[in-house]
């Protein structure tokens, strides 16, 4: 993927400062974002943001407390609609293409929900490799291959809440990455990780920028993450610049 | 054919996983089997006081009232139970999964009321068995067999109004207070536990305008052989035409709910 023909060496229009990253067909890109705007309230966090990655990124998005970190990752997502501009995937977009939109993006949501407290942690991971529309002849094998590479296989019969907030976050980590999307979006992913888990993420998105993927993480700040980061942006007064 | 496929083992996962979710309590089957025993019997004893000229004997009563509890059980597994999982999905953070899922949150919704309609038919199962067995509920065993469809027809005509209440718990997360009120005006105005006609004017042209109606009367007269209030013809094309238009009109309104939650970023707020 990384030696994608084609390639036009042009600056982000919207980018604010130097150049966010190389725009080549956007058919190709795993994320543009292009121009966002959300306002909460009277407050608009996000003032025409736009990011682009390129297969095999992983960057990092940074920004104090309240910057829009997450609002612009749940908006890549497809949790919110931008109320302008708009999010493709692999030229997809994310309001009218979106069920395909969707199949490409792998989401980790910032603190510990989002998990059914219920069922074990193969059960729910079975549970998303189904709702991630994962032919039939394809699920056993990518829910095992996510069961291995997040460490999970002593804890797989186990259900989730009996588990540890660091196994939890393990857990969740493997459903972002199960359907092996094209882009990962992971908002905070560090909460709760050892040392040991730490590692597990790295891996999991050497895989993905391996594959022509993309990941896109963010935390308020880098400093002594071991995460990967080709890229780091930080997001201030509601636009992306380039760390 | 595989993309079908895909499609309908997300509606399984989603049924299973609302059963595994059940069963890890492993005394709520049990409790809500007694105490649906226990509604059972207590019907079973108030039926033994009635003595009024629209029932000729205590137990015509007694099957009349426990197929109004019949109807009940479907009426809650549409109206309340899924909003209330909708409701808990929000709060638990579950819900996010379907909306960022390629099956799709709208999907996700509509398969969350499967479940609670089986389970409620298990239930009912569960309740006239146990009638017959120890009350010698009187069950016209001919045309039991077409119980089935009908339960199925009721169910459907009842679901349209469990996806709108679905749809006011996205908007205003608050919505489940009022499904208490209205399940104990519908069983009014729909003559769970005593006949219609004992209503007033008013409340008796309500009855005629809503699906719960005919859905209790053609149960009822296909369990245990009661006269219907109107032609069967008429009361079946209630059944078929109120989800034929209601249907798609809540799908509607539930996508207009996810979309503008979208957009409002409210959808995940619990």
Redesign the interface.
Known sequence: MSSTPGLVTVQTAQAQGPSVSLCRSPERMPLVLKGIH?R?GRREVLHGASLTLSPGTAAWLGGPNGAGKT?LLRTA?????P?RGHSTVLGLDSERD???Y??H?G?L?A?D???????TAH?NL???S???????ER?RGLVEQATVHFALHEVAEQ?VDRLSMGQRQRVRLA?AFLHEPALVLLDEPHTSLDDFGLGLLEDAIAQVTGRGGAVLWCSPSRAGLPIPADESYELADGRVRRA | MSALQAEFDAVTAIVRRDWLVLTSYRLRFVSQLISLCFSVTLFHFIAKLVRVTSFNTPGAYFAFALIGLVTLQVLNSTLHSPPSILRGELGAGTFERFVVSPFGALRAMVAMTIFPLLYALMMALAMLVFAAIAFGLHVHWSTLALLAPVAFLGALSFLPFGLLIMALVLVFKQALTGVTFVVAGISLISGLYFPVSVLPGWMRELSRVQPFTPAADLMRHVMAGTHLHESLSLELAKLVGFPLVLLPLSVIALQLALRAGRRRGTLLES
Do not use: K
Request: glycine content about 8%.
């Open positions: 959300r909460w609002t997502a497809g949790l919110l609609s109320q979106r069920r395909a969707q199949r993006i989401f949501s603190g929900r989002g998990l059914t407290a219920r069922l059960q079975e549970l998303w189904a709702l991630a529309l994962v032919p039939r699920r259900r459903m």
